[in-house]
């Protein structure tokens, strides 16, 4: 990892992001000359909140400002935690001639209990009502002898929301404070990195592995508490709540059966939306299989350490206090909690059914159009097994050629297409053109990507061709026009055209001999020699559609790999006629 970022100058990255913060969201605003952003209105009738820390850790804490959150935030240096002065100054604006006081929300890492609460007894000696906590969920550490504590982790965004909600229905300092212990009581945080971070301007701050997997670290660019090998997500998630309800460890969290929790499943900054998608199903079907219900769920970039590819768990027992339920659910303004779409007949999280498609199935289409004798239809299923065995032959080469202009996996995706097209044959209705081009565009959408739609275009604008013959013996020259009509259609909505190195040059050419010719003798092998020489002259094209027209001309050199398919399948089917 090499630790570039997109800055301007190192020493000014902070203030340049709390400026860009504020014109993101212009209801939170800065202290002129200090690193405290607060509420463009302060409500000094109710209990407010202050929190801070080292930046880096975006969007903690500022993008927690917001009505039913916190009411202020302090910015350290990246990883570093903020001065006494500028915590000071944060309080002051938050508790000044407010009588129902202020919360001071500290992580548990050293510098910031020392600088926060250095604040707070100033605050204090000027006549302030201010309360502190310090909150640390760590579950990594098995033993409570460690003289830091466990590390406050992104668990206290839980704090954040529910007294945020109380604070702001008007709840009393004591009662805000007594709740505040109680949650950082009943919750654990535990979680993984792939790969360090790098501060701005430096490299890596620790090193790990390809093939292995640092547990238990913290946000701080730190190390964690040991490795294990590189593994799955269902494996990894597993290890990770394993360690988390240890039964021998001093710092575990005791689930019971049936336990109810909110979970909050934290992106640390670089792993993929995908991979959190994924974590965050098996984070869900682990708790749940395992006996407990996961009746809230987070997740997102809530309190990252940079670009660390990475997440956390955080869990928070609420059995006995559902009240927090409905204090997570309370409206915010808060730019950076996540807001869930829930169901409109269930506050509570749950594993929502597929709901039934409402497309038409293969099986309910009913036989009509012009019809193929038996032999014809098994003369149909016969060519159409070759297409898909030829395609599988071909999948090496395609992704080979699809490499330099693309992303290398064009066979891999005819071969899916081929592997769907074996798989329905024996369903396929081979005796009705119009039924078996239906049946194929629906099954060319299985290979996925484009080349799936461009196939189902082709397919399903083909079947034009049978539409409207309600009887009788196919006609030679509706193959014809279907060819026409399916590659109009693609052309259509595909935006290409012959020239533009696609598989179009390899079927058009091939095209204008058969209605040249009008189905004469030789012309289907004409017509098939159409087909490869295009698919060859397309090496010399420039592209304009697809993935390639993105490549420098210099890089695209070989014949377009979907070219050279639809020319294979095509002769296939010439030289079986």
């Known amino acids: 990892m090499s630790g570039k970022k997109l800055i301007n100058k190192v020493e000014d990255v902070v203030d340049e992001a709390l400026d860009g913060l504020t014109m993101i969201n212009p209801g939170i605003r800065r202290i002129k000359g200090q690193r405290v952003l607060l509420r463009e209105t302060v409500d000094k009738k109710k209990v407010a909140i202050l929190s801070g820390g080292g930046s880096g850790h975006e969007p903690f804490c500022a993008g927690y400002i917001g009505t039913g959150m916190l009411t202020a935030g302090v910015a350290g240096g990246v990883f570093a935690s903020p001065p006494t002065s500028s915590i000071l100054e944060g309080i002051r604006a938050i508790a000044t001639n407010n009588p129902a006081g202020a919360l001071v929300l500290v992580i548990n890492y050293t510098g910031d209990?020392?600088?926060?609460?250095?604040?707070?007894?100033?605050?204090?000696?000027?006549?302030?009502?201010?309360?502190?906590?310090?909150?640390?969920?760590?579950?990594?550490?098995?033993?409570?002898?460690?003289?830091?504590g466990r590390r406050g982790l992104c668990g206290t965004m839980f704090i954040f929301k529910i007294v945020g909600a109380m604070a702001e229905r008007g709840d009393s300092l004591d009662s805000i404070l007594k709740a505040?212990?109680?949650?950082?009581?009943?919750?654990?945080?535990?979680?993984?990195?792939?790969?360090?971070?790098?501060?701005?301007?430096?490299?890596?701050l620790f090193k790990v592995a390809e093939d292995k997997i640092e547990m238990g670290l913290g946000v701080h660019g730190e190390a964690g508490v040991g490795e294990v090998s590189h593994t799955t997500a269902n494996l990894a998630v597993k290890q990770i709540i394993d360690h988390m309800t240890k039964s021998d460890s001093a710092t575990r969290i005791d689930l019971r059966a049936g336990e109810k929790v909110a979970v909050i499943l934290n992106n640390l900054g670089g792993t993929s939306k995908l991979e959190e998608l994924i974590i965050a199903r098996e984070v869900v079907m682990q708790l749940e299989g395992r006996g407990f219900k996961v009746v809230r769920l987070y997740a997102g970039h809530m309190m990252t350490s940079l670009e660390m590819s990475g997440f956390l768990i955080s869990l928070l027992k609420v059995s006995d206090n559902l009240e927090w339920l409905e204090l997570l659910d309370a409206p915010t303004s808060a730019p950076a909690w996540p807001a869930n779409l829930m169901s409109d007949n269930n506050r509570d999280r749950f594993n929502p059914e597929p709901v039934e498609p409402?497309?038409?199935?293969?099986?309910?289409?009913?036989?009509?159009?012009?019809?193929?004798?038996?032999?014809?239809?098994?003369?149909?299923?016969?060519?159409?097994?070759?297409?898909?065995?030829?395609?599988?032959?071909?999948?090496?080469?395609?992704?080979?050629?699809?490499?330099?202009?693309?992303?290398?996996?064009?066979?891999?995706?005819?071969?899916?297409?081929?592997?769907?097209?074996?798989?329905?044959?024996?369903?396929?209705?081979?005796?009705?053109?119009?039924?078996?081009?239906?049946?194929?565009?629906?099954?060319?959408?299985?290979?996925?990507?484009?080349?799936?739609?461009?196939?189902?275009?082709?397919?399903?604008?083909?079947?034009?061709?049978?539409q409207d013959q309600v009887g009788g013996e196919v006609d030679?020259?509706?193959?014809?026009?279907?060819?026409?009509?399916?590659?109009?259609?693609?052309?259509?909505?595909?935006?290409?055209?012959?020239?533009?190195?696609?598989?179009?040059?390899?079927?058009?050419?091939?095209?204008?001999?058969?209605?040249?010719?009008?189905?004469?003798?030789?012309?289907?092998?004409?017509?098939?020699?159409?087909?490869?020489?295009?698919?060859?002259?397309?090496?010399?094209?420039?592209?304009?559609?697809?993935?390639?027209?993105?490549?420098?001309?210099?890089?695209?050199?070989?014949?377009?790999?979907?070219?050279?398919?639809?020319?294979?399948?095509?002769?296939?089917?010439?030289?079986?006629?």
């Not at 000696?125 to 640390?136: A, D, H, I, P, R």
């Not at 760590?138 to 409570?144: F, G, H, K, Q, V």
């Not at 505040?180 to 890596?204: D, H, K, V, Y």
């Open 358 to 466: 409402s497309s038409i199935k293969v099986d309910d289409w009913k036989m009509t159009g012009v019809k193929l004798n038996d032999a014809a239809a098994v003369k149909v299923q016969s060519i159409l097994e070759e297409v898909a065995r030829t395609l599988q032959g071909l999948e090496a080469k395609l992704n080979l050629l699809d490499s330099g202009s693309g992303d290398g996996d064009c066979g891999s995706t005819h071969a899916v297409g081929a592997k769907a097209l074996l798989e329905g044959l024996a369903g396929l209705d081979c005796n009705h053109p119009w039924i078996l081009l239906q049946q194929l565009g629906v099954l060319a959408e299985r290979m996925g990507g484009s080349s799936g739609g461009v196939y189902s275009l082709l397919f399903t604008g083909a079947a034009r061709a049978f």
């Open 113 to 148: 209990r020392i600088n926060f609460g250095l604040a707070v007894e100033k605050a204090r000696s000027e006549g302030l009502k201010v309360e502190m906590f310090v909150n640390g969920e760590d579950c990594s550490l098995t033993t409570a002898d460690k003289t830091a």
């Open 180 to 204: 505040t212990r109680s949650i950082s009581a009943n919750m654990g945080t535990m979680g993984l990195s792939l790969g360090p971070c790098s501060l701005p301007g430096q490299g890596p």
């Open 476 to 577: 030679p020259l509706a193959w014809v026009r279907a060819l026409r009509f399916g590659l109009e259609t693609v052309m259509k909505y595909g935006g290409a055209e012959p020239g533009d190195r696609t598989m179009i040059d390899a079927l058009y050419p091939a095209l204008l001999v058969l209605e040249e010719t009008g189905g004469k003798t030789g012309s289907l092998t004409a017509a098939g020699e159409a087909a490869l020489t295009g698919a060859k002259k397309t090496a010399t094209m420039v592209a304009r559609a697809g993935r390639a027209s993105y490549v420098s001309r210099d890089k695209v050199s070989e014949e377009d790999p979907g070219a050279v398919a639809a020319a294979a399948w095509f002769n296939v089917i010439t030289s079986n006629l």
